[in-house]
């Protein structure tokens, strides 16, 4: 059954990756929970294996989480429960920008060196990193909370620019500057680091094929 499902994945892919506008932006390793996908007017409940695009906009709901992997391997990221999310990306030469948006929740991120630009905005700040290991969370009122654990992550808004450090916290409000300090004990809580730490265990299927253009393209293929 599950070779039946990847050469499914397959042919999903080639296809996509053949058409310039349904180029795949992330694929879901692991989910649990009630986790909603909104993509223009369709409305559906995702499972292991989903295929996201540019523009797909991820809900989870109570108890629930998204682990997500970027097709050029460039990040991997954990939606928590209670979380809005939208992903975009724009491909540019051998580089995949990813631009997400949390409008409300948790989002951890792994972020792998050159591997493109990734930016995380929020309702009053945006998060700007090179590589780095960090957790994203926006309060109901649109406060945004950063979590560093590896790295140094840029929190910028209208109001200013603070760089946040290894160890630290920053928070970024509708009315003031981005500000950073040391983060304090139970700040994250357990249950979150728990699964921060918590691998994701997948294979990896490397395919070359050519694109539209005649290029020879390598597509990657995370299964578990």
Do not use: H
Not at 136 to 148: A, H, M, N, S
Request: hydrophobic fraction near 40%.
């Amino acid at each position: 059954m599950k070779k039946i499902i990847i050469l499914v994945m397959i042919q999903i892919l080639l296809q996509s990756f053949l058409c310039a506008d349904m180029t795949p932006s992330a694929v879901v390793l692991k989910s649990s929970g009630v986790i909603e996908l909104q993509r223009q007017d369709e409305t559906k409940n995702i499972s292991d294996g989903e295929i996201l695009y540019s523009g797909d906009e991820v809900i989870s709901k109570e108890a629930s989480l998204a682990a997500i992997r970027f097709v050029d391997d460039g990040a991997i990221i954990k939606l928590f429960a209670n979380s809005i999310l939208t992903i975009n990306t724009e491909k540019t030469e051998n580089r995949l920008d990813k631009n997400l948006y949390l409008e409300v929740g948790e989002l951890w991120s792994k972020v792998s060196k050159e591997k493109g630009a990734y930016e995380i905005e929020t309702p009053t700040a945006v998060a700007a990193v090179k590589g780095t290991d960090f957790l994203t969370e926006v309060k109901e009122d649109g406060e945004t909370w950063l979590f560093t654990f590896e790295g140094v992550v840029e929190l910028k808004s209208d109001l200013g620019t603070v760089e946040v450090e290894e160890g630290s916290t920053g928070v970024a409000t509708k009315d003031s500057a981005p500000s950073s300090r040391k983060t304090k004990k139970g700040e994250v809580s357990e249950e979150v680091k728990e699964e921060i730490e918590s691998e994701v265990e997948t294979n990896v299927m490397e395919i070359e094929f050519k694109d539209a253009s005649g290029q020879i393209k390598t597509m990657k293929i995370f299964y578990k």
